[in-house]
């Protein structure tokens, strides 16, 4: 795909998981929504209203949600368990994984609002910990959508997976560039862009950032890593063997986010690689208007980016 | 209504066997949750033996995952585990656990972490409404602020094929419950929150069984049992000392006056 496809039509993720959700639920009546006292805001309204006796809610109750989502899932059912990232998965950590995970349990955490993106929130809503938390858990596998669209291909996808699941949503419209004729596969990258000199790599829509024209003047090769865990580590390590260059960029702490997993498996291949990883550098969030002034601030704007993109380039 | 209470109850030779059972297993371990075993040993049996529930059909979630030690003598005694597994109990590579775990025929739950069985049990009741899910917590688990937010969630989903047993003996890894953290009376706690509440001896079999199918026949209230146990019940010069919840290598010599006391009872 050329970077110039790219529709500039804004959409919500959340309003496309919904709407997909519902449409899921049409068809396949063992899915249950598990929700924690936040159904106006992850646009479940229709679901509840449709699905009486499937939308299940908890209140602002984690870890008990967690264990009854658990439960449900137990006697059979594919369960969502919805609420913002900040405190689904972060108040109810230990019952993922015992509940859910130990117990091998299918349940789809959705966890909204991730990132600096959830903007005038602030920083006890802008949860920055999420990957980290859930890519340590055994069994369970972790994404995030570029966009709507991605979400609309991803959903489907996860529902008919029978292991427990951690999804990674995001507040605000976001421009459409996932590909229209692309499906998603669990474990598979999606290779935006072709190029050369440098590997790109993140997830969510702060990767949209990279279809601006600024970045032309870059033979980059962007990938869109949104199947987190698994990793697609043969896409991964091919195209930084190829570059010897590699920048990812997370709206996420450093510590435990993308940019571990990939270095981490660039060292233990063996494979010589320039390595920068743009992410919240061991700080709290805080509240902006707009996203972007946070980005500025965090390190994670264009700008930033095309400043390391000039240092993997340098010679020194 | 007349309850025989001295006379004896034709699960009692049962109950002391399986105690010995108990004590032989985590003996051979060095390792286990002794007291609260022998406190809900009693529960198990009389929830396992009554034809008040069919586990084929109906479910069993073990919230206090240590106590596993009394659910496995008792799946034992149901053969659906061997009996000679039982000396494998914590050791590597065993089914059974030191905390109860998928692997271990016949467990609808694997728990460890204290406080999360009841949601866990509350989502197996709303999906499984045709069956009785009938879950076992602790008093020392109370503490968890877990428990309260499902007593709250089963009373809104007007659970009545919800049981959840509490074996209140008093005791914790640190100390007295009272001691470590007061909860105060949990029966009146349960009866605000909009549950059907029956206090009980833990120990008396009759009781028991009368309690279980009172709250087998609940139609829209989630149903507790309070079942007031003994710490470490059978065996004296551990009762109601909290050094007992859990142990490590027995001295020969305590180890065979157990053993001693709990076969003189037989």
Not at chain 1, 120 to 147: K, N, W, Y
Not at chain 1, 200 to 221: R, W
Not at chain 2, 217 to 223: G, L, Q, T
Request: glycine fraction near 8%; charged fraction near 20%.
């Amino acid at each position: 795909m050329k970077i110039e496809d790219c529709r500039l039509k804004i959409s919500s993720i959340r309003q496309a998981f919904s709407e997909t959700l519902f449409d899921l639920a049409v068809k396949n009546p063992n899915i249950y929504v598990v929700d924690i006292g936040l159904r106006p805001s992850l646009y479940l309204d229709k679901f509840a209203a449709r699905f009486k006796s499937r939308f299940i809610e908890c209140g602002v109750a984690e870890s008990n949600a967690a264990g009854v989502a658990a439960g449900l899932s137990a006697s059979g059912k594919t369960v969502f368990l919805t609420s913002f990232a900040c405190f689904s998965p972060a108040l109810n950590w230990a019952v993922i994984k015992q509940s859910i995970c130990y117990n091998q349990q299918n349940v789809k955490i959705v966890g909204s609002h991730a990132g600096l993106m959830s903007g005038d929130l602030g920083a006890t809503h802008q949860m920055l910990e999420d990957i980290a938390l859930m890519r340590c858990l055994p069994s369970l596998e972790v994404f995030a959508p570029i966009d709507a669209l991605e979400m609309k291909k991803m959903l489907p996808v996860l529902a008919s997976s029978p292991r427990p699941a951690y999804l990674r949503l995001f507040r605000p419209p976001t421009i459409e560039v996932y590909p229209l004729k692309l499906s998603f596969t669990i474990g598979k990258s999606h290779l935006i862009r072709s190029g050369s000199d440098i590997t790109v790599l993140g997830y969510g829509p702060i990767l949209t950032q990279l279809f601006s024209d600024d970045f032309k003047k870059f033979s980059l090769e962007i990938i869109n890593c949104s199947s987190i865990k698994p990793l697609d580590s043969e896409t991964i390590l091919k195209s930084v063997k190829k570059t010897g260059r590699c920048l990812v960029i997370e709206d996420h702490q450093k510590n435990g986010g993308l940019g571990d997993a990939v270095s981490n498996l660039i060292v233990i291949s063996g494979i010589k690689c320039k390595f920068i990883h743009l992410a919240v550098d061991d700080s709290f969030g805080q509240s902006a208007k707009s996203y972007f002034d946070l980005y500025h601030h965090y390190g994670l704007s264009p700008l930033a980016i095309i400043e390391s993109l000039k240092k993997l380039l340098s010679k020194t | 209504m007349f309850l025989p209470k001295s006379s004896a109850h034709p699960l009692s030779s049962l109950s002391r066997s399986l105690r010995l059972d108990i004590l032989e297993m985590i003996n051979h371990a060095e390792f286990g949750h002794i007291g609260g075993s022998l406190s809900s040993i009693d529960i198990l049996i009389a929830l396992y033996n009554s034809d008040l529930f069919n586990f084929n059909k109906d479910h069993f979630i073990l919230s206090a995952g240590h106590l596993c030690p009394a659910l496995y003598v008792v799946l034992a005694q149901k053969n659906i585990i061997p009996r000679q597994e039982l000396l494998t109990y914590g050791l590597f590579a065993s089914r059974l656990q030191g905390h109860s775990n998928l692997d271990t025929p016949g467990l609808e739950y694997a728990s460890g972490a204290l406080g999360q069985g009841l949601s866990f049990a509350s989502g197996l009741a709303l999906g499984d409404k045709s069956h009785h899910t009938i879950c076992l917590t602790t008093d020392g688990e109370h503490n968890e602020g877990q428990i309260w937010e499902a007593i709250a969630f089963a009373s809104k989903y007007h659970q009545g094929n919800l049981i959840n047993i509490i074996d209140v003996n008093g005791y914790q890894l640190g100390g007295s419950t009272a001691d470590i953290m007061p909860m105060g009376e949990l029966a009146s706690k349960y009866l605000h929150f909009g549950w059907t509440v029956t206090t009980v001896n833990g120990h008396n079999f009759y009781e028991l069984e009368k309690a279980l199918k009172t709250a087998k026949s609940s139609s829209i209230y989630p149903a507790c049992i309070i079942a007031k146990t003994t710490f470490a019940k059978g065996i004296s010069f551990m009762e109601n000392k909290f050094e007992y919840h859990d142990i490590k290598k027995l001295p020969e010599e305590i180890y065979l006056n157990a053993k001693k006391e709990l076969e003189a009872k037989k």
